[in-house]
């Protein structure tokens, strides 16, 4: 077994979120895997295996500390680029077919970077006012800033509160704890003329109970964008920043295409590659 370490969504050097993925991982147990997550400490980690369908190049399994994930947007990019640096070949010429919990999804290169095709809602729609309460209440954020309230779980199950802006998600506080489950986002306009479009922030609630902040988050951001673009709360392209509260610089790049389909990209850097000695 191989064990690669890469930092997904950086803006530079080591300013992304980390991914573990660990290869030749076949002979692992459910609970081996998640006892190699837990120990790791990362937000997510993958294990790449052989797909079951004809159509995929490989099939991911992907983990988070508190168990098995059907779908994941930085471990998408993270194990598309260990997959091709252990000399993956795409089935279909610049298009990498992943097999995961969700289906199939499509990652494609762009420049230096990687995309993955947003998968589809598994939940979609307003937020009951008691969602909503729930959820000022777990991020912090301030009542009079709250937009919308919105479902846009494609996978993991995203609570979206857009806000009035980016220095209003910055400025939210939240709580420590929560319970098992909870997975609830922030996102509001930086306004015109700054590097980036969107402020991003995502939280989800630990094994321990711990209420953690995410430092970049594809699923989250995908679902923000799909339902961005679908209001025309934006429009084309756009950038997103994320994790700037927990020590990290993540850059998100969101667009919609001729299609109608909504894509997500970022950097995505192999910082290590070592052999996996034991998981007992």
Known sequence: MKLDLVDVFGSGPLSGNPLGVVHGGEGLSDEQMLRLTQWLGFSETTFLLDPSDERADYRVRIFYPGGELPFAGHPTLGSARAWLAAGGIPGSDGVIIQECGVGLVEVRSEDDRLAFKAPAFTKYGPMTSE??????????????????????????????????????????????????????????????????????????????????????TGSFNAGVAKHLFAHGLATGSYKAAQGRKTGADGAIHCAIDEDGETWIGGTADIVSSQGLLAVD
């Open 131 to 216: 969602e909503r309460d729930f959820a000022i209440s777990m991020t912090g954020a301030d009542p009079d800033t709250v937009e919308e309230a919105v479902h846009v779980a494609n996978g993991p199950g995203w609570q979206l509160l857009r806000l009035k802006s980016a220095s209003d998600v910055l400025a939210a506080s939240p709580s420590f704890t929560a319970p098992l489950g909870t997975d609830i986002g922030l996102a509001g306009p930086a306004g015109e003329g700054g590097e980036v479009d969107w402020e991003i922030r995502a939280f989800f609630s630990d094994t321990l109970g711990r209420f953690r902040e995410d430092p970049v």
